[in-house]
């Protein structure tokens, strides 16, 4: 039986390529037709055929309050009323880099752009521009969005600069490019005694989410802000995904380290277009009109994503919401553990804040490697016999899952009811 989702996926496959606009939306790392969204309240969305599954991506993290919360439609709907777009400063930007710095106190000064790709970008060419220098470091298996410089990957041997991991991005750039193993502080001393005065920064997830979740050691963070200030490179935390999802004040504030630059996006748009980066004053100073470092756009701090952005900042500041937000996220994991260890499956999952990792593997992964060696076939059988349970987890073994305010104990019960069914079927195949 060919169902909408399939009519439109072929539809769309003629006009977009892939049918998708973001890769991983395509399925094509767990096989199978995507779903169509039509509609999405708390803590569900429904597809074209009209089927409800309980969400656990939450459009990769923004929706952090549940799907359509009153409170942030209100908002959109009362800005969207006053005009879409002006080209001209407005007040809820104020109001919404006044929240930010006094949230993240390691931002001092910040400016609103619209993807989390054009924050981690302007940060790496405000610290190449500060610094004078052209080099940097990142981690494999950490995603900064799609910009040249970032999409990268180790080179053969050890602290041999990187390669392309995408057609069309020029060597002549991932030259610059130096990629190391994520939560290992011994090479990240190498790689600064062997060239720290050419570094320009370290950017790095302080709690990756792009390689399904893997946190970092506290001594790797220390390590890398350490050298960073040794050798006068600039430390960047990406927390496009872990800003405002793991706590309050986002993964710096667990480690109790701070950055010089620190990007954001995803939860701050409350599922609007809204990123950002800030840091240090005397590095944002250097940023164009004050400055000599160019970043423009044109829909930067728009005034409707700004209000969604701004509601669900509100939202999330309710005292106890990170506590109820954790517990519910610790119930899942749980109860994902408990359910395949009755079932004998190899499986273990982790968490922190509304973020988690499930790992077919009998070990949290501490590093790409570690994590790219767990069980992918098996991810995508549990994947499909869950989406047949009206249950959607992210459709690649290796992405992070997002809880929302709005899964509470039945929710999550009922998850873990589905998933005990699609162990055992694991469990027999
Ligand atoms: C999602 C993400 C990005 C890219 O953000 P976009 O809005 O998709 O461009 C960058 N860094 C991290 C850590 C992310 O999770």
């Known amino acids: 039986m060919t169902s909408n989702n399939d009519i439109l996926f072929a539809r769309a496959q003629l006009t977009t390529p892939g049918g998708v606009n973001s890769p991983v939306r395509a399925f094509r790392s767990v096989g199978g037709t995507p779903r169509f969204v039509t509609r999405a309240h708390g803590p569900y969305f429904w597809d074209a055929d009209d089927k409800r599954y309980t969400d656990y991506i939450g459009s990769w993290g923004p929706a952090i309050v549940g799907h359509a919360h009153p409170v942030v439609v209100q908002a959109v709907q009362d800005a969207a009323a006053n005009g879409l777009s002006f ?3 407005t007040e809820g930007e104020v109001l919404m880099a006044e929240e930010i710095c ?7 000064q910040v400016r609103l752009v619209s993807s989390g790709t054009e924050a981690t970008m302007s940060a790496l060419r405000l610290a190449r521009g500060a610094t004078g220098r052209d080099k940097i470091i990142k981690f494999e298996g950490c995603y900064h969005g799609h910009a040249d410089s970032l999409l990268v990957k180790a080179g053969s041997g050890l602290l041999t600069f990187g390669n392309p991991t995408s057609a069309g991005v020029p060597q002549d750039f991932v ?12 090479q990240l001393e190498d790689a600064f005694r062997d060239m720290g005065d050419e570094i320009a920064c370290v950017i790095v997830e302080p709690v990756a989410g792009n390689m399904n979740l893997i946190k970092a050691t506290p001594e790797f963070l220390s390590t890398m802000r350490r050298l960073c200030t040794q050798y ?31 990007a954001l996006g995803k ?15 005397d590095l944002m100073q250097q940023m164009s009109p004050v400055g000599a470092v160019y970043q423009a756009g044109t ?6 994503a700004v209000a969604a ?11 106890g919401f990170y506590e109820g937000l954790s517990a519910q996220t610790l119930r899942l994991v749980q109860g994902l553990t408990a359910a395949a260890e009755s079932h004998g499956i190899a499986f273990c999952a982790d968490a922190i804040g509304g973020m988690f990792g499930m790992y077919f593997s009998a070990q949290v992964p501490v590093n790409f490697a570690e994590m790219m060696a767990s069980d992918k076939t098996r991810f995508n059988t549990f994947f499909h016999a869950m989406l047949d349970r009206g249950v959607y987890f992210a459709p690649a073994a290796f992405e992070a899952g997002f809880v929302s305010a709005q ?3 039945a929710v999550i019960d009922a998850t873990i009811d589905a998933a005990r069914s699609a162990f055992e079927e694991l469990a027999l195949s």
């Open 267 to 281: 939860v701050i748009g409350g599922g609007l277009p809204v990123a950002a980066f800030g840091g240090r004053a």
């Open 299 to 304: 829909l930067s701090g728009n005034p409707v």
């Open 309 to 319: 952005g701004m509601a669900t900042l509100k939202l999330i500041q309710v005292p």
């Open 102 to 108: 006094r949230l993240v106190p390691s931002i001092e």
């Open 87 to 89: 080209g001209a400063p």
């Open 407 to 409: 899964h509470d104990d």
């Open 175 to 186: 030259k610059h490019t130096l990629v190391l193993d994520y939560n290992n502080p011994e």
């Open 232 to 262: 006068g490179a600039i430390l960047i935390f990406d927390e496009v995904m872990s800003g405002f999802r793991v706590a309050l004040g986002g993964a710096q504030s667990i480690y109790g380290i701070v950055p010089d630059l620190t």
